[in-house]
């Protein structure tokens, strides 16, 4: 099973994603509310995708792109966030997320980028 990292610092957000992803078949391995945990549940928890939200508490999610990129350089991940501006889609792209969903979102954009990038949640 497909497990992801879900990154946000909205419980709402956390909750959303958590459900339409598990709902889907995916396998929540993990939730984090900050850059901090998010860096450490990425070692730990080692998912197939993290989804990152770009405004943290404790740091920017282009921050915590980059220190996760820097130690695990395959990581798959994809930027969820209300900030759409285009100058921080492409800095998240540069950094390596492999795409950017922008809040408010519909569960079928999300399934479908997350499919894209994953597969279907019971392929191995």
Same mark, same amino acid.
């Given at each position: 099973?497909k497990?992801?990292?879900? /990154?946000d ?6 909750t959303?994603?958590?459900n339409m992803?598990?709902?889907?078949g995916?396998?929540?391995v993990?939730e984090?509310p900050?850059?901090?945990?998010a ?9 197939d995708l993290i989804t990152l939200?770009v405004i943290?508490?404790d740091n ?5 792109l ?13 930027i969820?966030?209300?900030?759409g501006?285009? /100058? ?8 390596g997320?492999l795409?950017?969903?922008?809040k408010?979102f519909s ?6 980028? /997350? ?5 279907a949640p019971?392929?191995d």
């Amino acid at each position: 099973m497909k497990r992801i990292l879900i /990154v946000d610092d909205s419980f709402y957000m956390r909750t959303m994603l958590k459900n339409m992803l598990s709902d889907a078949g995916y396998e929540i391995v993990g939730e984090a509310p900050n850059g901090q945990t998010a860096l450490e549940l990425a070692k730990t928890t080692n998912p197939d995708l993290i989804t990152l939200d770009v405004i943290l508490p404790d740091n920017t999610g282009l921050d915590v792109l980059k220190g996760i990129k820097s130690e695990q350089p395959d990581m798959k991940v994809v930027i969820v966030s209300a900030v759409g501006q285009e /100058v921080i889609v492409n800095e998240a792209l540069e950094y390596g997320a492999l795409a950017y969903i922008v809040k408010p979102f519909s569960e079928e954009k999300v399934l479908e980028v /997350v499919s894209q990038i994953l597969g279907a949640p019971s392929e191995d």
